[in-house]
């Protein structure tokens, strides 16, 4: 119930990672970001990864539906690899610093309980990415999950209309209560957003986003608010099984890191 592909699980992600080749690397695909005079002194730089906070409102509209929205607030940006990754900090970057980026999101679908697991099928849902002239966005949560999110007002950098996704909410303990993965395809920047994702060119036109569950209770005719952390990417549709692997193992480590983080 987010932004990304199907990943599934970070277990399935590995053992797709074993049957590719051993000299095989998982690297996302790269872009270039030029701030330009929302960054101050910051110079364009390369990165593959952006990771923030989401806080979302669900309601369960009947024993098996839902809708969602959802507000994502962009943290940092990264180039992952394996052999020398970069977390760019907001001074590296100016995001936070200088400038804001967030996502609204409003999404519907389907969902099954058994026992403490409960399974999410999102169908449908759109998504808009936005940048700030300042590096704090603020917001306010919608009544219920039909409705936006009240942020503030931003440039709009990109957005799509066709957002879908799966995700297992499964809370037995500790602060891992499962995991989500969702893609928007069809993804189109604005002459706003060219000026800002300088390159490739055409952009990429799929965002693919992984995250993690807080726990949900579903309620019929409950508006139930969750929050966690995501991490989005960006492809072309028909990702490599490569790109799969890496967003699996992306939600792995943030699962473990936000464990170590609450320990």
Same mark, same amino acid.
């Given at each position: ?8 699980? /970070? $277990? /399935?992600?590995? $053992? ?91 999404? $519907? ?42 942020? @503030? ?11 879908? +996704? ?18 928007? @395809? ?8 060219? /000026? ?10 799929? /965002? ?19 929050? +966690? ?13 490569? $790109? ?20």
């Amino acid at each position: 119930m987010k932004f990304k592909m199907l990943l599934s699980t /970070a $277990a /399935a992600a590995i $053992a797709l990672a074993t049957a590719l080749p051993a000299s095989a690397t998982p690297v996302f695909p790269t872009y270039t970001v030029n701030p330009g005079a929302q960054s101050g002194s910051v110079s364009p730089f390369t990165a593959n990864d952006l990771g923030g906070q989401y806080n979302e409102v669900i309601t369960f509209t009947s024993a098996t539906t839902f809708d969602v929205s959802l507000v994502f607030v962009g943290g940092q940006f990264s180039l992952d690899d394996t052999t020398s990754p970069v977390t760019y900090s907001g001074g590296q970057s100016g995001l936070g610093n200088n400038y804001g980026l967030y996502a609204t999101f409003l999404g $519907a679908g389907t969902y099954s309980t058994s026992g403490s697991s409960t399974t999410f099928s999102l169908t449908s849902g759109s998504i808009n990415l936005y940048l700030t002239p300042t590096g704090t966005v603020s917001y306010t949560p919608p009544a219920n999950g039909l409705t936006l999110y009240t942020v @503030t007002p931003g440039t709009l950098l990109g957005s799509s209309n066709t957002v879908t +996704g799966n995700g297992t909410s499964t809370c037995t303990g500790g602060n891992n209560c499962g995991s989500f993965g969702q893609t928007a @395809t069809g993804f189109l920047l604005t002459s706003a957003g060219s /000026a800002f994702f300088v390159s490739p060119v055409p952009f990429y036109s799929m /965002a693919l986003t992984s995250g993690q569950f807080e726990g949900i209770q579903p309620v019929v005719g409950a508006n139930v608010t969750s929050f +966690g952390t995501a991490n989005t990417v960006f492809n072309v549709p028909e990702p490599s099984p490569l $790109a799969l692997v890496g967003l699996g193992l992306l939600a792995l480590g943030f699962s473990r890191r936000r464990s170590s983080n609450k320990a």
